[in-house]
């Protein structure tokens, strides 16, 4: 094990809550991907580091480096929220550069709405009762295709119409090795919960 690999495994792991594709939303995800490799063109697309099928996900909050000790209460809180929370749809609206068109993002981001708006609140409200600090930016779900340190600048926005299923919620880890972060889901729970009246 190299100097860096042993202080990573001696440092508070680097933690998110997400989402993890379903199959078929995987497949519509490998469509866009492949829409933009033949855009791109060979010479452009080696530049590109693709999000692999299994680090794919829909960020619902970012935890950073935790105390492994929250890592059983946060296991908890993950299963409670999944027994308060159904499954729920969203609409994928737009592939283009994210945050902003400079950016050295791809992604297809969706369109928010309340059932996915409560289950982002519910993850922030976990985060406050074990005394963490939640992200201040506005929420804005999205998966990432790939990354790109020149942008994706010569790539026209795609407008979308997709509606995905989000019937899970993960506890992730992310762990640094020699192509990348990796994304090792640490407990998945479906959503489970009862359907909302009105």
Known sequence: MGSKQKREALADPRLFIGIRPTADTQLFLDSLVNHCRQQLGQ????????????????????????PAELIPP?????????DRIQACQARVVTLQPFPKSRSRLLAAELLPNPDLDRLHECCRGLMKQLDLEPESAAYRPHFTLGRNRRGFSRLPPVMLDRIVDLDNIVLYQSRMTPGGSQYHPLLEAELS???QSG
């Open 74 to 82: 946060l296991e908890a809180g993950i299963l409670d929220i999944a």
């Open 193 to 195: 919960g009862p359907a």
């Open 43 to 66: 010479s452009a697309e080696r530049d590109v580091r693709w999000t692999s099928q299994a680090n794919r996900h829909l960020t619902l909050a970012f935890l950073g480096e935790t």
